[in-house]
């Protein structure tokens, strides 16, 4: 679990919300997973992944290896 992996605040990082916490363990378990594919997995809008995406790259969590189309994602330890 990324919780136990990654933790709810982690150093000066923010405190993770529930959605925040199942895009990590997606992207953990699939590093190739995509907006849709995560807004499909939450049952949120593509708009609302993207603004959690921000967050999560913004605050050191992920950063995007490569570019957008064949690019991955990567979990921060």
């Not at 919300?17 to 499909?40: D, G, S």
């Not at 949120?44 to 603004?51: G, H, L, M, Q």
């Not at 995406?53 to 913004?58: I, N, Q, S, Y």
């Amino acid at each position: 679990m990324v919780g136990n992996k990654v933790g709810n605040k982690v150093g000066n990082k923010k405190e993770l919300t529930n959605n925040r916490t199942i895009i990590l363990k997606e992207i953990i378990n699939n590093p190739n997973v995509t907006a849709i594919q995560l807004a499909n997995i939450l049952c949120i809008s593509e708009t609302a992944v993207d603004n959690n995406l921000k967050f999560l790259k913004k605050n050191g969590y992920i950063k995007r290896n490569g570019s957008n189309k064949t690019g991955y994602w990567e979990v921060i330890k």
